[in-house]
C-alpha cells in the first residue's frame, strides 16, 4: 500500500521519504530545515505540535535550530518558509493526504508557507477514497482536506505552474514505527 | 449581436490556438487519467446518485438545514437571487464588512453578486487566478473551469501592470505575483464567499475542490465564511461523493484529483478562539422547477465539469465570450433557460451543431443536444417560427410542391452550374458558396432513376428510404446500392411517395412538419410491406427509426398511429450496417478487390446515435481498400444540416480542421457514409483545390464487385 501510494503522490509531485522510525525521520527534518532556512530568520519554520514531538524537548530543539516558532498565527505562518505538521492518514488510490484540522492552527500551517512537511505514520494509510468516507467522523471534525501534492494552477496559458497560494512543495515524512 | 460575436472570436487566433490547443492535449489526458477505472460505471453512479437528489430536494434541503444547522452553520434557503443579495450584505453589515475574498462561485455569479456588493462600498478580490485576472480586466470568465484561457501572458502581464503593479510576462513570476498581491488581502479581508462543489445533507457538509489553495484560505482566514450553494449540489449520502470526486477533475482538466478536496462541517472557532461564523444559502434560482420538468431534470445530473465544453467542435472555435451569459457552452445554454428564462437562450442554442460529441464524456450521462433541441423545440412553440423560415417548412411539408421546387431548381441552377458543383451564387446566397462548393441538383433525381433499373426477380424485398440528398443531388449513391443488393440478391423498391425524413424541422424545433413528414413517410413505406427498410443517410435512419417516434409523440398521434410507426422503425436499417451484415455472412463478396488506401470520417449520427463505426470500416477493408486513420475522425465535419445555412462562419472553420486532417493522412480516398458530410467535405475540398475524392462507401464498394 506504501508502494502505491508513493507513487500516485509523487506523480503529483508530492516528495515522499520513508523512515524506520521516528528519530530517523526528526533527523531527516531538522536537516531538512538547516537546508532551507538560516538560524536568523526568525520564525521561518512554523510547526504544528502533537505526538511527534512526545518526548523531545522543546528548549534543546529551539535551541538547535532557532528558526522553529510553535507560535502560530496567519501573519506568522503566512510569512513562514515552512510549515509543519502531523497528518490523520493518507489514500494509496490517489495519493492524497488526509489532514483533519479541528483547530484552525494546524491547518494555517499547511495552507500558508511555502513548504509544508506532512508527517504521516505509515499504518495510516488506507487503500481508496471510499475507505477513506468511512473513517471521517465529520459530527466531530467541523473541517477535513485532502491534500494531493503541491498547490498548482494552469489558468495562464494553460501552463502548469505550482504554488499559487498554497504550498508549492509537499515533503511527506513517513513513519513506519512510531 | 451574436453573429458579431461570432465573427470577433474567429478573428482572434488565440481564442482558437488557445482552447483547440487545450482540446487537444484534454482528450488523450483525459483518456490516461481514467486508466483502470470504469467510466460507464462511475457516471451510472452519479446518475443514481443525482437524480435521487433532484427527486428529492425538498427532503435533502431540510435534512442539510438541520445536520448544518445542528453543527454550528446559520443555513438560508431561498428561491430568489434578491434574497441572496440582501442576507449577503446583511450579514456584511452586520460585521462590518469592508474586504471580501472570494474562492470561484458560479452561483454567485448567476446573480451578479460582486457588482452589489461594491455599489455597497464593499471591496471584493476574486482569488483563483483566473478569476481574478478577469475580473481586474473587467471581463467575463470564457469557460466555466479555466476562465482566462483566451488571454495570452503578454494580456496578462498588461492587465497585471495597468491594475496592479508592473510584472513581466513571465508565467511563473505572475504566479508568483498574484500569491504576494492576493496574500494580503486574505489577511486582511473580513468576509470569505466560497461556493461548493458538494453538499452532503446527512452530515450538513460542503464538499470544495480547489488546486490552488485558495478556497481553504478564504473559508479559514476571515472570522465570517458564506457558501453560496445551489441546491442541485446536494446529495444525500457521505459516500455518494466517491463517484463525483473521481469524475469531475478528471472530466474537468483531466487530473486524477484537485490538489486539495476540503470537506467543511460547521466551525465554531476562529484561530483566535473567538467565534467563527458560518453561513450556508442553499440557492434554488429555477432548479426546482426544473427538476418538476420530465425533460429538464436530466440536466440537475451535472456536476459541473465542463468537459461539454472541452470536446464541443463549436464551442473551442468560438469561446464561452460569444454566449455573452453566465453559464456557456452546451450545458450553459440548459442552464441560462432555467436561470435566465428560456428567451434568454433564444440566440444561443441554435449554436449547437447536434454532433453529440459531448454525449459520450458527460459524467452525468445528460443528453445534452436533446435537451437543446427541447429547448428549440419550445421556443418555437411559445414564440413562433420567423416567416422566412415558416415558408420554407411549408413546401417541405407537401411532398408535391416540394420535389416541383427541387425539379425546377435543377433547372435554374444552369448558369451557375460547374459540372457537379455550383460554386458561386449570387447576392444575398454567396455566403453559402464562399468557402465550399454546393452539389449541383442531379438533372434526373433517383426516383426517376431507379425505374429504369432492371432488378432480377428476387425472394428478398427492401424498401429504399433515399432522403433528399441521395434523392435529388447524388443519385449515383442509391444506385451503387441497388447495384450492391442485387448482386446479394435483393430487390429493392421505392416507394414513390416517400418525402423529406423531418430531419430539418426537427432540428428546427417544428415539431408539426417533422410529424408530418414521418406520417407520410410511414403510409408510403409500409405499403410495400418490406422486410427492411435502408437508409443511406444516417440523419434519415435517426429520424426513422428514433427522433421521428419523438416528434408523433410530441404531436400526440393515436396509439394506433404510434404503433406502425414503432413497428416500422424496427425495419429501418442503416446500409453501412446491412452491407456489412451481408459481406459477413458471405453473400456479397469482391471479384475487383483493388488496393487502395482510404481514410474514413464517422458521421455523427452514425457513431455516436447509432454506434455504427466499426463495420463501414471493415466492409472497405474486406473489398480490398487499406485503412489509414485520420486525426479525430469522429469529429463533426460542420455541415449539421441547416446548421451552415445558420452559422456558415462556424461551419467552415470546422470544415476547414477536417480537410487539414484529411490532408495530414496523405490518401486520397475519404469514404464516408452520410450524404450531408460528402456535401461538405467535397464541397470544401473543390472550393480548395484539393486531390483527394470524398466518396459514399456504397459506391466505393459497388465499383470493386
Known amino acids: 500500500m506504501f508502494e502505491l501510494f508513493k507513487e500516485k503522490a509523487s506523480a503529483l509531485m508530492a516528495e515522499v521519504h520513508a523512515f524506520k522510525n521516528r528519530k530517523d525521520a526528526l533527523e531527516f527534518v531538522k536537516n531538512f530545515i538547516r537546508e532551507n532556512t538560516m538560524p536568523e530568520d526568525q520564525k521561518a519554520v512554523v510547526w504544528y505540535d502533537t505526538w511527534f514531538l512526545d518526548g523531545v524537548k522543546k528548549e534543546d530543539l529551539l535551541a538547535e535550530i532557532p528558526q522553529i516558532s510553535f507560535e502560530i498565527t496567519p501573519e506568522i505562518a503566512s510569512k513562514a518558509k515552512i510549515g509543519i505538521n502531523e497528518v490523520d492518514g493518507a489514500i494509496a488510490e490517489s495519493g492524497s493526504l488526509i489532514e483533519v484540522s479541528n483547530r484552525i492552527q494546524k491547518r494555517l500551517v499547511s495552507a500558508l ?7 504521516l505514520p505509515k499504518s495510516k494509510i488506507l487503500p481508496d477514497l471510499k475507505t477513506a468516507l468511512r473513517s471521517f467522523h465529520l459530527h466531530t471534525h467541523p473541517y477535513i482536506t485532502l491534500i494531493s501534492g503541491p498547490s498548482r494552477t494552469a489558468d495562464i496559458e494553460r501552463v502548469l505552474t505550482i504554488g499559487v497560494h498554497g504550498p508549492e512543495r509537499v515533503i511527506i515524512v513517513c513513519i513506519e514505527n512510531l | 449581436m ?3 460575436e461570432i465573427k470577433k472570436a474567429l478573428e ?7 482552447l483547440t490547443n ?3 492535449a484534454y482528450v488523450v489526458a483525459r483518456e490516461k487519467a481514467y486508466t483502470g477505472l470504469d467510466f460507464e460505471k462511475i457516471r451510472n453512479e452519479i446518475v443514481r446518485v443525482k437524480s435521487y437528489a433532484a427527486e428529492n430536494f425538498d427532503k435533502l434541503i431540510k435534512k442539510f438545514t438541520e445536520q448544518a444547522t445542528k453543527r454550528g452553520a446559520k443555513v438560508f434557503y431561498t428561491k430568489d437571487p434578491k434574497e441572496v443579495i440582501n442576507y449577503i450584505l446583511e450579514v456584511a453589515k452586520a460585521h462590518n464588512v469592508k474586504t471580501i475574498v472570494k474562492s470561484k462561485s458560479m452561483a454567485t455569479e448567476e446573480i451578479h453578486l460582486n457588482k452589489h456588493l461594491q455599489e455597497a462600498g464593499i471591496e471584493v478580490f476574486e482569488t483563483d487566478l483566473g478569476e481574478w485576472i478577469i475580473q481586474l480586466a473587467g471581463q467575463r470568465p470564457s469557460h466555466m473551469v479555466l476562465p482566462a484561457i483566451h488571454l495570452t501572458r503578454y494580456e496578462v502581464s498588461d492587465i497585471f501592470t495597468k491594475k496592479v503593479d508592473a510584472v513581466e510576462p513571465d508565467i511563473k513570476k505572475m504566479v508568483k505575483f498574484a500569491r504576494k498581491n492576493l496574500r494580503e488581502k486574505f489577511l486582511k479581508a473580513d468576509l470569505g464567499i466560497t461556493g461548493a462543489n458538494i453538499a452532503v445533507a446527512e452530515t450538513g457538509s460542503i464538499v470544495i475542490f480547489t488546486n490552488e489553495g485558495n478556497a481553504r484560505l478564504v473559508l479559514t482566514l476571515p472570522k465570517v465564511h458564506i457558501a453560496v450553494v445551489g441546491i442541485e449540489k446536494l446529495v444525500d449520502k457521505l459516500e455518494d461523493i466517491d463517484p463525483i470526486v473521481k469524475a469531475l477533475p478528471r472530466n474537468a482538466t483531466a487530473q486524477p484529483i484537485t490538489t486539495y478536496v476540503s470537506f467543511i462541517t460547521g466551525e465554531r472557532e476562529h484561530w483566535d478562539g473567538t467565534k467563527k461564523e458560518v453561513h450556508i444559502i442553499l440557492f434554488d434560482n429555477g432548479r426546482s422547477e426544473m427538476a418538476k420538468d420530465p425533460v429538464f431534470k436530466e440536466a440537475l445530473q451535472c456536476i459541473r465539469c465542463a468537459s461539454c465544453l472541452n470536446v464541443c467542435p463549436v464551442f473551442r472555435l468560438i469561446s464561452g465570450l460569444v454566449f455573452g451569459r453566465v453559464y456557456t457552452g452546451g450545458i450553459g445554454t440548459i442552464l441560462t433557460a432555467w436561470t435566465e428564462g428560456l428567451k434568454a437562450t433564444k440566440d444561443i442554442q441554435n449554436l449547437c451543431i447536434q454532433c453529440g460529441n459531448c454525449v459520450k464524456i458527460c459524467p452525468g450521462k445528460i443528453n445534452i443536444p436533446d435537451l437543446i433541441l427541447e429547448i428549440r423545440r419550445r421556443l418555437a412553440e411559445e414564440e413562433g417560427l420567423p416567416l422566412k423560415i415558416r415558408a420554407i417548412y411549408s413546401v417541405v411539408n407537401n411532398r408535391r410542391l416540394f420535389h416541383t421546387a427541387l425539379r425546377m431548381a435543377s433547372k435554374l441552377q444552369a448558369p451557375f452550374k460547374q459540372g457537379a458543383f455550383i460554386r458561386h451564387l449570387p447576392l444575398a446566397f454567396s455566403e453559402l458558396t464562399q468557402e465550399r462548393s454546393l452539389p449541383a ?7 426517376d432513376r431507379i425505374k429504369k433499373i432492371k432488378q432480377p ?9 433515399a432522403g433528399c ?5 447524388y443519385p449515383e449513391i442509391g444506385e451503387a446500392l441497388v447495384k450492391l443488393l442485387n448482386k446479394a440478391g435483393i430487390q429493392v423498391v421505392f416507394p414513390q411517395d416517400q418525402t423529406c425524413c423531418g430531419a430539418p424541422a426537427l432540428y428546427n424545433g417544428v415539431m408539426d412538419v417533422a410529424a408530418n413528414n414521418m406520417l407520410q413517410n410511414l403510409k408510403a413505406l409500409e405499403q410495400e410491406n418490406p422486410d427492411f427498410i435502408l437508409s443511406a443517410c444516417p440523419t434519415c435512419t435517426l429520424v426513422l427509426k428514433k427522433k421521428g417516434l419523438l416528434a408523433l409523440r410530441n404531436q400526440k398521434v393515436s396509439s394506433e398511429v404510434l404503433a406502425k410507426a414503432e413497428k416500422m422503425a424496427e425495419k429501418v436499417v442503416d446500409t453501412s450496417y446491412f452491407i456489412n451484415k451481408l459481406i459477413k455472412e458471405g453473400k456479397l463478396t469482391f471479384s475487383k478487390p483493388l488496393e487502395e488506401d482510404f481514410t474514413y470520417h464517422d458521421p455523427c449520427h452514425l457513431k455516436r446515435s447509432l454506434n455504427i463505426w466499426q463495420e463501414p470500416r471493415e466492409s472497405l477493408q474486406k473489398a ?13 465535419c460542420g455541415m449539421g444540416g441547416s446548421y451552415s445555412l445558420k452559422f456558415p462562419e462556424i461551419s467552415v472553420k470546422i470544415l476547414e480542421r477536417k480537410l487539414k486532417n484529411i490532408q495530414d493522412t496523405g490518401v486520397k480516398l475519404v469514404c464516408t457514409d452520410c450524404p450531408g458530410c460528402i456535401m461538405q467535405i467535397r464541397g470544401g475540398a473543390d472550393k480548395k483545390g484539393l486531390d483527394f475524392k470524398v466518396r459514399h462507401s456504397l459506391e466505393i464498394l459497388a465499383e470493386r464487385l
Open chain 1, 113 to 119: 508557507p511555502e513548504i509544508h512537511i506532512a508527517i
Open chain 2, 22 to 24: 487545450f482540446y487537444e
Open chain 2, 624 to 636: 480490398g481498400l487499406k485503412l489509414k486513420e485520420m486525426f479525430e475522425s469522429d469529429v463533426c
Open chain 2, 12 to 18: 482572434n487566433p488565440v481564442i482558437t490556438k488557445a
Open chain 2, 2 to 4: 451574436l453573429k458579431e
Open chain 2, 441 to 447: 441538383i442531379a438533372e434526373t433525381p433517383f426516383r
Open chain 2, 457 to 465: 426477380e428476387a425472394k428478398q424485398k427492401v424498401a429504399f428510404f
Open chain 2, 469 to 473: 440528398l441521395i434523392d435529388f443531388a
